[in-house]
């Protein structure tokens, strides 16, 4: 369940910050920074939780997250979280956050 929360909290914020660029856009920079930071956080707390396992779960996965979605087509929602994945995400949280810092003085407008 925490990778669909990582998900969403990534899409509120953007939401969230296309909603607030009408009224002030220094508030724009906070929401996407604390986003960004906020699953950072998340990934960072995984990547601790799951470090000492040498084997992940029995069919490969540290986290497996499945949900029927549409049974009645065979359609369901799936998200799982390896070893790979989570350098993978740990290398896109710290980019985005060192993207959003960097730009934080240098773009003025759009």
Known sequence: M?????????LIGGLLCW??????TAVV????L????LDFIFIIQLWFQYQGASLPGADGWFIDY???????????????LDGLSMV?????Y????LAVLCSW??????
């Open 66 to 80: 499945r949900v029927n979605w549409i049974p009645s087509f065979g359609i369901s929602f799936h998200l799982a």
């Open 2 to 10: 925490i990778l669909a929360w990582m998900i969403s909290i990534l």
């Open 34 to 37: 604390f986003a960004l930071l």
């Open 88 to 92: 993978m995400l740990m290398l896109t």
């Open 94 to 97: 710290f980019i985005g956050l």
């Open 29 to 32: 920079k906070w929401i996407a």
């Open 19 to 24: 909603l607030a660029a009408q009224w002030n």
């Open 105 to 110: 003085k240098e773009i003025k407008y759009r």
